[in-house]
């Protein structure tokens, strides 16, 4: 009985912490959640208007990879003109994070902030990954985060598949340089494209998966979030499903 309670109040708290005081236990919510075949993408977040700069006024601040291995790959891959979207990136975002991390989390692809700054998951949907993480006692330095596309699509479409055949190979390198435990792909689009799928986020969510010889497990992208708070309850789930399978491994 202690536990149940316990585990009552560490989720009320952690849920506060991660996504704020407002509650969402309503079931219609939940079940509305389960059969919505609705795309769960990020796109109403990523797509706000903003002002428009020109690509000489962003200085780039790129920390240096945690290894040298990273960091020479990164200077090998960084002028990459293999797609189009080469010609309308600022930064070619390689990823970031601890070197020697046991989870790599894995995005779709870069948004304006990112494109911007040269760094995964930095604008408001990264803020809200850095509590998620908090809340399974992580934080961004211990876990790396990349995309499966290294630059962003312009006004953040999902990534086309001529641009995932040729950017995946980067990412699957940097996990064989980072050799992670476990991988979580952020979102139905990064889960899907990894996995060759094209499931609802629902049935990908239920299952453990095997990319590169690892388990990857597919949460929700954190600008989905961010639109449909009514979606944390499952969120936390995943977190501690993570969270679990880390430590088991
Ligand atoms: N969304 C993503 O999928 N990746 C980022 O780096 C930022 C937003």
């Known amino acids: 009985m ?27 919510l939940q079940d509305a959640e389960v059969t919505s075949t609705e795309p769960v993408t ?13 690509k000489k006024s962003f200085k780039s601040h790129v920390p240096p990879q945690t290894s040298p291995e990273l960091e020479a790959y990164f200077q090998e891959i960084k002028e990459c003109t293999a797609c189009a979207l080469s010609a309308t990136r600022t930064h070619f975002v390689f990823g ?5 991390a046991d989870i790599l989390f894995i995005g779709e692809a ?9 760094i995964p998951f930095v604008g408001r949907a990264g803020q809200l990954l850095d509590k998620m993480l908090r809340a399974i006692g992580l934080s961004k330095d211990e876990v790396y985060i990349a995309n499966v596309l290294k630059c962003r699509p312009p006004q953040n479409r999902d990534p086309l598949p001529d641009e995932v055949l040729k950017c995946e190979p980067y990412l699957q390198h940097q996990i064989e340089l980072i050799n992670p435990k476990i991988l979580v792909a952020l979102g139905r689009v990064a889960g899907n494209t990894l996995l060759r799928q094209e499931s609802a986020l629902t049935t990908l969510r239920n299952q453990v998966f095997t990319y590169k ?11 989905a ?24 491994l």
């Open 213 to 223: 010889e690892r388990p990857l497990i597919v949460t929700y992208h954190p600008a």
């Open 2 to 28: 202690k536990d149940i309670v316990q585990e009552i109040e560490d989720y009320f708290k952690n849920i506060k912490a991660v996504y704020g005081p407002r509650l969402f236990l309503d079931h219609a």
């Open 225 to 248: 979030l961010l639109r449909n708070p009514r979606w944390k309850i499952s969120s936390w789930q995943d977190l501690k499903k993570i969270k679990k399978l880390l430590s088991e």
């Open 96 to 100: 970031h994070g601890n070197a020697k």
């Open 42 to 54: 990020p796109t109403s977040v990523k797509t706000q208007p903003r002002p428009v700069a020109s």
């Open 110 to 118: 870069p948004g304006q902030d990112e494109d911007e700054q040269g």
